[in-house]
Nanobody, 113 residues
């Protein structure tokens, strides 16, 4: 079965950094676009970043220039490097494989002083 396991969240001060990881199994990772999404309490889930299997990346305007998505196909892992974090980034972060209706458990990111 498909498994997506997010990790790396935590509590960080504004301006700090975190690196999220998502380990995928049960799918041919290299052929899927992978994405990071987030959901804050009372808000709709939103796309943060997407990295296609064909190269390049797409970012939400709110994180452009601060976050970087990357992937290591040999490790079946997608990463999200988050720099200059803001309180507005506080949310549960999920990774997702394009075309699959499946999500991991998410990892909590809290940005607070």
């Amino acid at each position: 079965q498909v498994q997506l396991v997010e990790s790396g969240g935590g509590l960080v001060q504004p301006g700090g950094s975190l690196r999220l990881s998502c380990a995928a199994s049960g799918l041919r990772f290299s052929v899927f676009a992978m994405g990071w999404y987030r959901q804050a309490p009372g808000k709709q889930r939103e796309m943060v970043a997407i990295i296609p299997n064909s190269g390049g990346a797409n970012y939400a305007e709110a994180v452009e220039g601060r976050f970087t998505i990357s992937r290591d196909n040999a490790r079946n892992t997608v990463y999200l490097q988050m720099n200059n974090l803001k309180p507005e980034d506080t949310a549960v972060y999920f990774c997702h494989a394009g075309g699959l209706d499946f999500w991991g458990q998410g990892t909590q990111v809290t940005v607070s002083s």
